[in-house]
């Protein structure tokens, strides 16, 4: 029995410490009855299987075959919602065994609607369940979330808390002062919230001569946009709280909180197990990539017990570091590091560069800067030529000192092979988020 991190609660260790052979049996054997489903209720996927040659169950194969399959894109889901409204043609189950419809904001056209079985809602919450414990969420803690809840996916995860036993506050985002005073006057002990936001809290309660160290949180979860997990990042939080900083990730029309991060910190478990199939592929050629320790590339995923609105092969979109070897609390399961989103990344003569890369570079600064940047490219478009302008936010009170910026550019050119032009701006000169802050602004 090998030491374990923490206090070595497992949600559902049968499935987060069975071995990916075991895994793998259930997973294909779960496949051809989700195939069998797909065949049977859906037209979506029954018409794009057999464009592609593919006209019945048997003649799709086995899971070890997947890659022959086409990817399913957020635009086919959104273009079937159009076409056949409200929910698709990839509607699954009958109305009457649909119980809950979340949506996503809309910010870009019309809402994407995301219909759940009670079953695909109860996977939900086992999934969520696994991950939110996996990032350190206990019965007996005292909880603060900002999830704007209500219409959006991250409301399942509420069903998720009452069954962890946590006594959860959900305060929300749209007013910082009344989540710094929820935290200090329940004494919370978790913060769940982007990385954005608490980076962004620290900035606001500095601001107001409250040391945020003296909130007494124990745990940040980050979830909601890449780079919660990257080292420069993370360490500059979990200094400015006091506090051991883990990720979360989901993906809408897969699950919410599908991989959460353990005590290790190295990298978030995938706890979709039984339920959700996980691929890597090159974004550029869509090739599929081995799932080897180290390994990088773009998450696809295919539900394996879906009833309501199943995917097949579908591109998240999530660029990502995946390592295998087991990990030290326990767990089993695949891990990944986000680093960034394949829409978010700009090419610089042929290098990749995530912005959340960069910001990770900067935060080494602190408190030199306040950790806010923002790209600003000369050119529309994913190809850049450098150097790259980047604009970043000195500290609090802090005097520019001669060859800070060019210390910055240099951090960058070591670290991701790209040069870039660093500006440096006056603190609190750029775009703060309570959501995801916006770190590329091209030229319209
Ligand atoms: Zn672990």
Not at 9 to 23: H, Y
Not at 274 to 303: C, F, M
Not at 312 to 335: M, Y
Not at 360 to 376: C, M, T, Y
């Amino acid at each position: 029995m090998t030491a374990r991190l923490g206090d070595g609660f497992i949600f559902r260790p049968e499935v987060e410490t069975r071995s990916p052979g075991a895994q793998a049996k259930r997973d294909r054997e779960a496949y051809r009855r989700q195939l069998a489903y797909l065949f049977a209720n859906s037209a979506f996927h029954r018409d794009k299987l057999g464009a592609a040659g593919f006209a019945s169950p048997d003649s799709v194969g086995e899971l070890d075959d997947i890659a022959r399959l086409p990817f399913t894109e957020k635009d086919e889901i959104r273009k079937s919602q159009a076409d056949a409204p409200p929910l698709g043609h990839h509607q699954a189950a009958p109305w009457d065994k649909i119980v809950r419809i979340y949506s996503t904001s809309g910010t870009t056209g019309d809402p994407c609607y995301m219909p759940l079985t009670a079953a695909d809602l109860s996977a939900w919450v086992e999934i969520s369940a696994r991950s939110y414990t996996a990032t350190g969420v206990r019965r007996g803690q005292r909880m603060v979330t900002t999830y704007n809840a209500g219409p959006f996916v991250a409301g399942a995860a509420l069903d998720t808390f009452n069954l962890l036993g946590a006594c959860h506050a959900p305060v929300g985002t749209g007013n910082t002062e009344r989540l710094a005073k929820a935290l200090q006057k329940l004494k919370a002990d978790i913060l769940v919230c982007t990385p954005s936001y608490a980076q962004y809290l620290g900035e606001w309660l500095r601001e107001r001569q409250i040391d945020p160290r003296g909130i007494g949180l124990k745990r940040i979860s980050v979830a909601g946009e890449p780079g919660g997990g990257e080292d420069g990042f993370r360490s500059g939080l979990e200094a400015t709280f006091g506090a051991k900083v883990c990720e979360a990730m989901g993906i809408g029309d897969v699950s919410i909180s599908l991989w959460g991060e353990c005590d290790a910190q190295k990298g978030m478990h995938f706890s979709g197990g039984d339920y959700v199939h996980v691929e890597l592929i090159d974004p550029g050629s869509g090739a599929p990539i081995a799932i080897t320790d180290g390994a990088s590339g773009e998450l696809v995923y295919t539900a394996l017990a879906r009833e309501a609105a199943p995917v097949l092969r579908f591109r998240s979109r999530d660029h990502v570091i995946v390592w295998t070897e087991p990990c030290a609390c326990g767990r089993t399961t695949l891990r990944a590091r986000c680093i960034g989103r394949t829409d978010d990344m700009l090419i610089l003569r042929g290098v990749n560069l995530f912005p959340t890369a960069v910001r990770d570079v900067v935060a080494g600064f602190r408190p030199e800067v306040s950790g806010a940047l923002l790209i600003k490219p000369n050119a529309p478009g994913v190809r850049q030529e450098p150097p790259l302008p980047v604009n970043v936010e000195l500290g609090a009170g802090g005097e520019a000192r001669s060859g800070l910026a060019e210390a910055i550019e240099a951090a960058i050119r070591a670290r991701l092979v790209a040069t870039v032009r660093v500006t440096l701006v006056p603190y609190g000169s750029l775009p703060r988020s309570e959501y995801k802050t916006k770190l590329v602004s091209h030229p319209h």
